[in-house]
């Protein structure tokens, strides 16, 4: 199989892709909750003749090739949309509430597209190329969910790839950035701050204890950990994104809830942060007569790449592209300075296990008129990305066989 020929056959394949792509968009689920996504994606895979098997509560897995011995490649999706409503000016918007803002609808497709392809050159794959199609990846659970119910195991997973497209990058659509070796993605943790005081009539604080006013100590307090408790090198972001408490203008309410997010490259940084938002909310709390409950939801560890598995992708996607059109974030950093993402990613899990890489795959800039951000409720991507992710997906796969079997 030439780079040439895969490339024309994905491109064959584009008016699929749109289509598929587009019925996932006016379909949007969340979390785990995927019925008619994971409808859709099994359909279509049956129908290239898979037999996928569900994996953990709304994954699937298909196997590609396994006809030549050899090692296992694994590719992976992520299915789920965002709780937003979109205004995105598209012509097949989502109505129900919620929204493909981070672009898994693309991924979605993309991965149908390269089970196409493999299927078509299913005899020349030296190996196995297994198809990670994931739930729940906003909430950082799907990935996780996965592993525990065996998605490295039956065949053992030697390495694995998954792509993210970027809007808003200034860059062509169809240019690819391998990540480096090493962390990419910080690591993530939701938190929730429970205040608890004592409700009383609005022209009577003195009857009660405002725990509104304390919400309001508490999060200028939190940004001081950051300010004067982290080295210039601790790279670290928390943020408050919700505040709920109170329904009337003349009622001070017995409760209020914090609600908000952190991200970090290091451990140790990670733990530092929750016991001094702990100390801080519930010291805080206590000096004007109230009590705050803290706790941390769903998360995810650092995301780190393998730097062979980075060099060799580098040098794939370079055949399959061009130097034009994929480079690797080492090239770049060296230029911009910046080496990370600030996103985080639950295929970090996955990169705790076996030798992983993560690739952006641009997919609309700000002169084509692609100027808004992933989760914005405005974003959109550029549907010329669709074949060329599913080429980098099959192309990648079946090079990284050839050589390590």
């Excluded at 080295?231 to 209020?256: F, Y």
Aim: charged share 20%.
């Amino acid at each position: 199989m030439t780079r040439e020929r895969l490339l024309q056959e994905a491109s064959e394949h584009e008016v699929e892709l749109i289509l598929s792509r587009r019925y996932l968009h006016t379909h949007p689920e969340t979390g785990f909750d995927l019925e008619n996504t994971f409808a859709h994606v099994k359909k279509e895979l049956i129908s290239m003749g898979y037999a996928p098997k569900e994996c953990g509560r709304a994954g699937l897995v298909a196997l590609a090739g396994g006809k030549q011995k050899g090692k296992v490649f694994m590719i992976r999706s992520d299915m789920d949309a965002l709780p937003i409503r979109e205004e995105a000016d598209v012509e097949f918007p989502s109505e129900n509430g919620k929204m493909h803002a981070c672009g898994h609808d693309m991924h979605t497709a993309m991965m149908l597209g390269a089970a196409r392809l493999l299927k078509a050159h299913e005899d020349e794959i030296c190996g196995t190329v297994k198809l990670m199609f994931q739930p729940a990846e906003e909430i950082f659970e799907g990935s996780h969910d996965m592993i525990k119910n065996g998605l490295l195991k039956n065949p053992d997973v030697d390495a694995a790839l998954m792509i993210h497209v970027m809007a808003g990058l200034p860059m062509p659509t169809g240019t690819v950035v391998v990540c480096g070796g090493g962390v990419s993605a910080p690591a993530a943790d939701y938190f929730s701050i429970k205040i608890q005081g004592k409700g009383c009539h609005g022209s009577m604080p003195n009857n009660g204890i405002d725990p509104v006013n304390v919400a309001a100590h508490i999060i200028t307090a939190l940004q001081e950990i950051h300010a004067r408790e982290l080295a210039l090198s601790d790279e670290a972001v928390l943020t408050v994104g919700s505040i709920h408490g109170g329904d009337a203008a003349n009622v001070i309410p017995d409760t209020v809830e914090l609600c908000g997010t952190i991200r970090t490259y290091n451990e140790e940084i990670r733990s530092f942060l929750k016991t001094r938002m702990t100390e801080i909310s519930q010291g805080i709390a206590s000096s004007f007569r109230a009590s705050a409950e803290v706790s941390f939801g769903s998360g995810c560890p650092t995301l780190v790449n393998d730097p062979d598995l980075s060099a060799c992708t580098t040098k794939y996607v370079q055949e399959l592209l061009g130097p034009s059109k994929a480079f690797n974030a080492d090239q770049l950093s060296a230029m911009s300075g910046q080496s990370k993402t600030a996103g985080s990613e639950d295929f970090a899990y996955v990169s705790l296990e076996v030798p992983s890489i993560m690739l952006a795959l641009a997919a609309g800039n700000p002169d084509q008129g692609f100027c808004y951000p992933q989760h914005h409720p405005k974003v959109k991507f550029d549907e010329a990305a669709l074949s060329v992710g599913s080429a980098i997906y099959t192309y990648t796969a079946m090079r990284w066989l050839e050589e390590h079997s």
